[in-house]
T-cell receptor, first 119, second 110 residues
Framework: QVQVVESGGGVVQPGGSLRLSCAAS????????MHWVRQAPGKGLEWVAF?????????LYADSAKGRFTISRDESKKTVYLQMNSLGPDDTAVYYC????WGGGLDYWGQGTLVAVSS | QSVLTQPPSVSAAPGQKVTISCSGS????????VAWYQQVPGTVPKLLIY???KRPSGIPDRFSGSKSGTSATLDITGLQTGDEAVYYC???????????FGGGTKLTVL
């Protein structure tokens, strides 16, 4: 049974930082790339970032995240992280961690963690 | 505004068929796999279609996907009230090196 569990969300002031964690179990973690996807209240899904299965070449980012967010992974902990800096109100959203393969059908999502940027 | 364009809403009566379109470009839909998701408000997105037209196990064959050129389509036949949800297309853009979702289409079963 695959489980993906996010943590680290909360309320942060504008300009602040937050680190989200995503623990995966039940799958060969080292074989899969991992994504972060977010959803602002009442809005659609927005892809945020991706890290390769081996963590090489850094990560790939949406324009909205580039330069502010950093994705990383720790194989020993089977955990992916999203370090978010310079947060603004537009970053308020539920952040989902997911293992996605739109060609192969692999699709595991966590339940999401809420990030609220507010003074 | 998403690079993948979907109609904001569609509607049809129970038992009828509905088609949801997703329009992109050469660098995304034109050269990558397309997936479709169903999301009921307050829940995690559920994969309906991957690799343009394949269904994961457990997804009924009322849901079907296709792709032609730079557009993809999700067809839902035999509509049920339980199909009311927001539907998203998704793919990768090799030019921008980003993943992307369509803006979402809200399905109402009248």
């Amino acid at each position: 049974q695959v489980q993906v569990v996010e943590s680290g969300g909360g309320v942060v002031q504008p300009g602040g930082s937050l680190r989200l964690s995503c623990a995966a179990s039940g799958l060969t973690f080292s074989s899969y790339g991992m994504h972060w996807v977010r959803q602002a209240p009442g809005k659609g899904l927005e892809w945020v970032a991706f890290i390769r299965f081996d963590g090489k070449n850094g990560g790939l980012y949406a324009d909205s995240a580039k330069g502010r967010f950093t994705i990383s992974r720790d194989e020993s902990k089977k955990t992916v992280y999203l370090q978010m800096n310079s947060l603004g109100p537009d970053d308020t959203a539920v952040y989902y961690c997911a293992s996605l393969d739109w060609g192969g059908g692999l699709d595991y999502w966590g339940q999401g963690t809420l990030v609220a940027v507010s003074s | 505004q998403s690079v993948l364009t979907q109609p904001p809403s569609v509607s049809a009566a129970p038992g009828q068929k509905v088609t949801i379109s997703c329009s992109g470009s050469y660098s995304n839909i034109g050269n990558n796999f397309v997936a479709w998701y169903q999301q009921v408000p307050g829940t995690v997105p559920k994969l309906l279609i991957y690799d343009n037209n394949k269904r994961p196990s457990g997804i009924p064959d009322r849901f079907s996907g296709s792709k032609s050129g730079t557009s993809a389509t999700l067809d839902i036949t035999g509509l049920q009230t339980g199909d009311e949800a927001v539907y998203y297309c998704a793919t990768w853009d090799f030019g921008l090196s980003v993943g992307m979702f369509g803006g979402g289409t809200k399905l109402t079963v009248l």
